[in-house]
Structures are given as C-alpha cells and as structure tokens.
C-alpha cells in the first residue's frame, strides 16, 4: 500500500498507472470475479466459524489415559455440512514419527447456530497440541490448536459435582494422590471410558436427572465396570429419591432425622465440633452394607453396582459441622478406599505371547493353497499341452488338436485356476479378524467387552470398517506399539461408526484394541459339595451360550450349551463329570478335551487367559475360585461397506467366580435370612449370589 | 476390411504344430518353475507379520516378461517360424504387396503372437495373480508393457536378420547380446525403461506411481519409449526392405517385384 501511494503521488505516476489500468485493469476485474466464489471458505476460515474446546474435566486431564474433549462451535457465516476433526498425535518421537489418531465426526450447522459436540480422546503426550478443524468439500474452513501443557494433572481425578461443596481439602500432590475437579454436570463425558482418570466422584445436593441418557449410561457403566461414587445426603432429600439416583443408591431417604451431638461423636471421633443436633437422612430398607453408624443410624451405607461402589453419606458433607472438620479428608479417604493409582490403559511396553489376534488368523484364516496343489496344477497344464503338442506332431492334418492346445487348453486351465486359487480358496480384498472376551459385571446387568480387531486386505487400498452393536473405544494395538508398527487412524462416529487405517498398503495386518461396557446379564453362584461343585446359573444375556466349561479345583468341568434365557442347575462331581487338568493349564485342557460340545476357541482362551494375568496377576486360578467359560457370539457387527467382508471371530464368556463352601453356604443363607428380617438389615449383597461378585477381573 | 494376410498367416501358424510352439513350452515350464518356487510356503499368518504379501505375481511377469522379449528376438532373427510362415524377406523381395501393408501385417503379426503366448501364461499369471494382491489395471499395465516391449524386441530380431542373417552363428550371438544389453544393462542405467522395473513400480507393496525426470508417469514414459522406438525400427525396417525391393529391380532390369512368383 505504501509504495503504490507514493508512486500514486506524483504526475507521471499517475499516468503510468492510468495506462495500466486501461492495459490490464478487464483482466483484473475478470479475475477478482472468478476468484469471488473461491474466496468463501477463505473467509470463513477467517473467522466465519468460532471453536471453543474443553479438555478433560474443568479443562484439566491425566495424560495417557481417556479424556472427555468438548467443542463448542459457533457459526457466524452460512449453512454448514462437514466434519468436524480432532487429530490426537501420540508420543513416538523416538520412533522417527508420532502416530496421529483423527476422531472424525459429521457436523451439520445452520448459520447463526452453536452446538457442542463431544469426543473421547486419549491425549498420549504434551509436547504435541490437539488439533480441531472444521472441513467441508476437502477444504479446512477453520482449526484451533490445543497446547495441552498447561491442562494436564498427573494425579487421579475426583470430581465433585455439587451445589456448594467444597473438597478441595483432598488435593494432594503426590504421584498417587487426588487433584479435586469441579466440573459442569453437562460436560460430563458420554461414553463411560471418559471416566479413565477418576478416582471417585462426589455428588452433592445434586440430581442425576441433568445428565442426557447417553451421560447417566456412561456414568453407570463406568460404576458397573469398577467407579466409585459417594452420595451426600442432605435436608434436601427430595433429589435422592429422582428415579435415576434411586437406582444406584442402596436405599431412598424417607426423611430427615436429627442426630444428637453425642452419638455423632462416638461414631466420627471428638474432634467433631458439633453442640446441637445434625439433621441426616432417614433411609428405609436398603440394600448393602453399612459402612459407618452412629448407634442404630447409619450414617454411611455402601452398595455394590457390578465391580464398582456406591456410598450413601446420609449426611451434608458441605454443611455444618462437617464442612469444617479436619477429619473429613480422611474420612473420606477410608471410606472411598481408592486403589493405588493404575497405568495407563493399554500398556504397550511389556514384551507378551503370539497375541490372540494373530491365533485367530493363524488358526481360522484362509491360508494359501498348498504348494502340491500349485505343482499338481501345473503339473496338469504342461502335459496337457505338451500331449496336444505331440498329438498334433502325429496326426498333422488334425489341425484341431493344435488349436485346442493353444487356446482351448488355456482358456480352461486360466478358469479352474481362477476358481481354484481364487474367490474359493483364497478370497481376495477385505477380511477383519476379531477375538473378544465378555465378562460378567456381576449383580449390574452389563459386561465388558475386551476386543482385538485386526483388518487386512490383499490389495492395497484405505480400509474402512464400519461396524455396530457396541461403541468401544480404540487404541492401536500393544503388539503395534512394540514393532514400532504405528498406522494412523481415523475413528468416525455417528450412526454407523467406523475405524479407517489410513496405511494403504496391502497384507498389512491393521490392529487394534477396544473396550466397552455392554449390557449383558449372567448371574452363576457355585457352592463346592464334597463329591464336586454345584453349580446355579442364569443366562439372562439375550445370547446363546455354546460349550460352556467350569474349571475349579484342579478339574475342567463340560457344562454344555445354555440357551439364552435358561437357567441350569447342575451337581458336578469331580469323579465322573471332570477332566483332570493336572499339571497343565487349563487352557490347554479347554481347547484340546473332546467333550459332546464343540471346542473353545483358542484365540479367545488365550484372551481370556490374559485377561486374568492383567488383572489378577497369574493365569492360574486362585484357591476357592472358579472359572466359567464359554463361547457366544460377537456384540461386534460388521455393516455397511464392510458387511460382505471375509470375517474371522472368535468370542468367549468368562466369569470368574468365588466359591462358597457347602456348609458356609448354608449357614450365610441363614444369616441373610435373619439379616433381611431386620429393618435395614442388608439385603443382596449377603446372599450366595453376593459371592459371584468376584467375576473375571477388577477394574482396569 | 480385407486381412492382412501377414496376420492371416499367423493366425493359421498358431493354430497348427510346429517347432515355435515346441520352444514356447520350453519357455512356459520355465515360467511355471518360477512360479513354483515363489509359491508361498508360509502362512497367511507370517506373512501379516512381515507386513509383506508374497512375490510370485513379480517374479512371474518378470520371467513372463524376459521370456516372451526372447522368444519375440529369436522370432523375429527367424531362428524359428510358425509352421507354414513365411519370412519377411520373402514377404518383401517375393511378393507385390506395398511395403506398408508388409510392415503392419508384420507388427500386428507379432502383437497377435504376443498375444497367444501371454494366453498360454495366463494359468500361471492368474494361480499369481489370486494370492499376491494387486490390481487388475496394475496386471493390465504390465501385461500392455510386455506386449510392447516383445513387438520392440521382434523388430530388433528383424533388423538384425535383415543386416546380418546370412551368418548365422553372428546373428545367433548378436540377438542374445542385445536381450543381455537391453534389459541389464539399459535397464539398470536408465530404470524406468526396464520392464524388471516397471513391473516391481506397478504390483509392489505400493502401487507407486513414479515420474520420470520430464514429469511423466513412468508407467506411460515406458510404454510410449517402447512403442516410439519399435516405430523407428519398423521404419528402419521399411527403409531396408525398400531399399533391398529397388535393388533386386535394379537387378532384373526394372522388372516388378512379384512377377517372378509363380
């Protein structure tokens, strides 16, 4: 601008221009018009489109775990139909090149309209920024970068979502301890593996009913699957008794009661400040167990949702006298009884067996046809040519014979080949591979699904898997990892989500891990008798359960199938029913027994097999413990593009149950029954089936 | 349409036995050899492991490659011919059919031979074919450079024949070193007009698309490479052919060519 006034200024330079404009100015103007209808993503990349991000809880996250990530866009320009974009790059440095995970999602956004969209991310490191961008028609109409080095905590979470708590007592630095969040309920995540880093949550003089459906599911889920959550009570009681609380709760207050300063001290300590009265919840029958009373009021009562805790505090934690107590915090803290702080999810660094994807392939893959195939083949061909070769040489005028060989023989021959090594044999294009574990979270109505998903194809082309029926989360696969065999991906959420390996290139096994909370009902209670195990199992999973096997006390056991919806009864005796399983594992007594019911499969045994190492510590079971195994179907359904493709799967169901002693059985049975006789006395968690609830696995 | 009876008469060799057909076999146990020996021992299991898809599509169409470009020198120094087939001397010197049509007959000729030998291979290509991935159209390719590169090496057999096929045994070692020099040593100075490389480009790991250094796609920088240069050589060829019809006029007094035929 400058220069183009100073030359503007003076005489000749006007002119100079004038002949310039008159030369080229048409040229310009035609320009400027064709450049008109390009220059619309560029001003809309130019502000037309605001995003605003929220990473984690309260915009802080534990890195290397799952976090929720909410973007707020805001149309200031036209109609908008695209994707909206977050490009997670993991730690990989070392390894020449970070893996870049792209969570992808439609975005339909009028003009003048905002609308928040959610994801689940597991952020890997902090040297590298989230990035989010709004595409449309291959073109970036606008992007934001995250720095996440100043949103990161290293220590677990504990959210508090309440009205006028104030916890902020429990923070506490160290590599194991807790970092205090108090996040808007509506930013909750809704996927249950959002949850990743917390610890616990506090809930206080607050409903669940804000939450969406998608948001109370996940946060279920996460109890079912190992979550923590503490309920304060209140004067306020009414919000407990909301339909969704009331379900996770061990019982509904009735009303209010006062407890005398007195008791109140004899059941918390004298450190209490407390001269008058303190209203606390008046609680009917509940269920669980009471964790803390003061004389015949409980005070804090604890209920058992899957592998996960729900604690009723049937008192104001943010009130007087407690809201000042400087014993709160360890209150608190023995009675959320928190688990040493875990690693991240998917470990990748530990070095491990064939992995049971790559058993699926091995073992039910279509492999190639056999060498002696190829030799007999063409063994075939070549003397049939070489016959009408010789033949033609002897009867020359028989100039068929010739014709036949060259062209009637290889048309034949081009066709069996075809067929033979072909579309029968070995199928061409996509195949997907997966082995997948559900275990029971007892007593929740839900399971977790572990799964190893691989894709292949023999052509090199983008794969796409678009599947339905579960919503897990994905990482790449530890094997991956390890190989440094790291591929990019994009993960498309909607109604029909998919997992896109962006590595084209062919007989390229593209894996992954998932995870997901899926609901799936299988309660089983096992009381050891002196001649074998008895065993009581309800399959209300909605699936049919095939070879199903017990292995306890050093004997596999063949159940047989269990139709969705049975329920079986069974006497076991060790003597005529069991295969001793010896010395060697039951793994492998599994897999190879000839019982009446097919086979289990191996893939899926030795996932089952690694799921208790991970989370148990041995592959073997622990005395007193049974485990249940048996093979369904996969929840994982391949669709769209991806319906037709070649499919590999293999699913097994494994349960892990604690075995009641016959005699305690029967005395526990009683004392429950007077237990229920009692007004308040607990209810479930005492009975037989309470003892099921050690299934396969812990939380993570 | 009248046919060009130099395409006839291949059409009718082709259909009846002879020695061509006999050398060809040779050529196709070879290429079934090489198939057999890049089969796939292991599993599809390793090979995920290895992230690397088997090789026998590659190593086929490479030999069916270096087999056919042979078969197209040899045929073209006439060290054989289709039974009943008549050489291009005689086509030329012996009858009045414009050079032109002699020169095409004679190039659709061999493309039409090429054609045949690349059916009796395709069993072999397609058994490659089905467990090695890769794309039709990458097959198409290489299969279009095969063909062209055997027309280039048939007018390079005829050429030398039409210099120097009155000596035998030269002819027999001139059209050998040529194949040697062609696809080695040609091939490893300037790659993309090497069909060992063309045919790695085209069905390897992944499918890639090289330019060559005037930006051209290397796939079509070598088909048309071939095909200019056998276009040269088919005029060369004109020009000898022409050159051998006036000096035989000369020779019998301005009398036309095909007179003497009886």
Redo the contacts between chains.
């Keep these: 601008m400058t220069s183009r006034d100073t030359v503007l200024d003076r005489g000749y330079g006007r002119e100079h221009a004038g002949r310039l404009w008159r030369g080229y100015g048409p040229l310009a103007s035609l320009i400027v018009l064709l450049a008109l209808p390009g220059a619309r993503p560029l001003a809309m990349a130019s502000g037309a489109i605001d995003i605003a991000v929220t990473v984690g809880f309260a915009d802080t996250f534990r890195p290397g775990h799952w976090t929720p990530l909410s973007v707020t866009l805001t149309n200031r320009g036209a109609d908008l139909a695209g994707a909206l974009e977050v490009q997670v790059s993991g730690d990989g440095v070392l390894r020449g090149r970070p893996r870049v995970s792209t969570h992808r999602r439609r975005l339909e956004l009028d003009r003048a309209a905002r609308k928040r969209l959610q994801f689940v991310v597991q952020p890997q490191g902090l040297s590298r920024p989230l990035v989010i961008r709004v595409r449309s028609g291959g073109e970036e109409l606008a992007r934001t970068e995250v720095d996440l080095r100043s949103r990161f905590s290293a220590q677990r979470l504990l959210l508090v979502l309440g009205r006028d708590a104030d916890l902020d007592y429990l923070n506490d630095g160290a590599v194991d301890g807790l970092r205090v969040l108090y996040p808007h309920p509506e930013l909750l995540p809704a996927h249950w593996r959002g949850y990743d880093a917390v610890a616990a949550i506090v809930l206080q003089g607050l409903s669940l009913d804000r939450l969406s459906e998608k948001q109370f599911d996940a946060l279920h889920k996460w109890l079912a699957q190992g979550g923590t959550l503490a309920v304060s009570g209140g004067v306020d009681y009414a919000l407990l008794r909301s339909a969704r609380l009331a379900a996770l709760l061990p019982g509904v207050p009735q009303g209010i009661t006062r407890l005398d300063a007195g008791a109140l001290k004899d059941a918390l300590g004298a450190s209490l400040e407390v001269t008058s009265p303190v209203p606390v919840n008046r609680l009917g029958a509940f269920r669980g167990q009471v964790r803390l009373r003061a004389g015949e009021i409980p005070l804090i009562v604890e209920h058992r949702v899957g592998r996960g805790r729900v604690l009723y505090l049937t008192f104001d934690v943010a009130s007087p006298p407690f809201d000042r107590w400087q014993g709160m915090r360890a209150l608190f803290l023995q009675t959320l009884q928190l688990p040493p702080a875990a690693m991240a999810s998917l470990g990748a660094t530990e070095p491990g067996p064939v992995p049971p994807l ?1 058993e699926l ?2 073992d039910a ?5 056999t ?1 002696a195939t ?2 007999l ?2 063994v075939l ?2 003397g049939l ?2 016959a009408a ?1 010789a033949l ?2 002897r009867a ?1 005028r028989q ?1 068929w ?3 036949a ?3 009637a023989a ?2 034949l ?2 066709s ?3 067929l033979l ?2 579309p029968g ?2 199928p ?1 294009g996509a195949s997907a591979a997966a082995v997948a574990v559900i275990e029971p979270l007892p007593h929740s109505g839900y399971a977790r699904l572990t799964l190893e998903l691989g894709m ?5 082309r983008a794969l796409r898997l678009e599947y339905l029926g579960v919503e897990p989360v994905f990482a790449p696969h530890r094997q991956a990892q390890r190989d440094g ?1 790291i591929a990019d991906w994009v993960f498309g959420d909607g109604p029909r989500p998919y997992a896109e390996a962006l590595d ?6 593209h894996a992954l891990e998932g995870e997901d909370v899926i609901a799936f009902r299988l309660d089983a209670s096992i009381v050891d008798e002196a001649k074998g195990p008895r065993l009581d199992l309800n399959n209300a999973s909605g699936r049919g359960l095939e070879a199903v096997w017990l292995v306890f006390a050093g004997y596999a056991y063949e159940v047989g199938p269990v139709a969705a919806g049975a329920r079986v009864e069974r006497r076991l005796i060790a003597a005529t029913h069991g295969v001793a399983t010896g010395s060697a594992s039951w793994r492998d007594v599994l897999r190879t027994s000839s019982g009446a019911s097919p086979h289990l499969p191996a893939a899926a045994l030795s996932m089952v097999q690694r799921r208790l190492q991970e989370t148990s510590g041995s592959e073997s079971l622990a005395p007193g413990d049974a485990l249940l195994v048996a093979r369904t179907s996969n929840p994982m359904r391949l669709a769209g593009a991806s319906a037709h493709w070649s499919q590999q799967e293999s699913t097994a169901v494994a349960l892990r149950i604690a075995v009641v002693a016959g005699d305690s059985a029967a005395n526990e049975a009683d004392s429950a029954r007077a237990d229920m006789s009692r007004p308040g006395g607990p209810e479930s968690d005492a009975t037989p089936h309470a003892t099921v609830d050690r299934a396969a696995t812990g939380s993570h | 349409m009248r046919i060009n009876p130099l395409v006839t008469e291949v059409l009718r060799g ?4 002879g020695k061509a ?2 050398d060809y ?1 040779v050529l ?2 070879i290429q ?1 050899v090489v ?2 020996l890049w ?3 292991s ?3 390793p ?3 290895s ?4 090789d026998t599509l590659i190593a086929l169409v490479m030999t069916v490659g270096v087999t056919t470009a042979y078969h197209a020198l040899r045929a073209g120094a006439e060290e054989y011919l289709l039974p009943g087939q008549h050489g291009l001397r005689d086509w030329a010197f012996a009858t009045p059919l414009r050079l032109g049509r002699i020169v095409r007959g004679y190039v659709l000729g061999q493309l039409v031979h090429s054609v ?1 030998l690349l ?6 290509l ?2 490659a074919f ?6 039709w159209q990458a097959l198409a390719w290489c299969a279009a450079a095969t063909l062209l590169q055997a027309l280039f090496y048939r007018l390079s057999g005829a050429l030398t024949y039409l210099v120097i096929g009155r000596h035998r045994s030269e002819c027999h070692f001139i059209v050998r070193t040529i194949l040697v020099v062609v696809y080695a040593v040609v091939g490893w100075l300037v790659p993309f007009t090497s069909h060992v490389v063309f045919t790695t480009r085209a069905l390897g ?3 890639s698309a090289g330019t060559t250094f005037s930006g051209i796609p290397e796939h079509w920088a070598f088909v048309a490479l071939y095909a200019g240069v056998s276009m040269i050589a088919g005029l060369v060829i004109y020009v000898l052919l022409r050159r051998g019809r006036r000096a035989i006029a000369a020779s019998r007094g301005g009398r036309r060519l095909g007179e003497a035929i009886t």
């Design positions: 790559m392939i091995r893959a279509p492999t190639y046809p060498s190829a030799f083949f063409l061909y070549l040519l070489l070769c033609a040489a020359p100039n014979l010739a014709a060989g060259g062209w290889p048309a021959f081009a069996a080949a075809w090594f072909g044999a070995f061409r292949y194809s023999s052509r090199s065999k084209q290139r062919r007989y390229v096994l | 082709l259909n009846r036995q057909q006999l076999l196709l146990t079934a198939l057999f089969w796939p021992k599993g599809l299991g090979v995920l492991e992230e690397h898809g088997p045949h059916v009796l291979s395709s069993p072999l397609l058994m089905t467990i090695s991935g890769g794309e790991e992944v499918a």
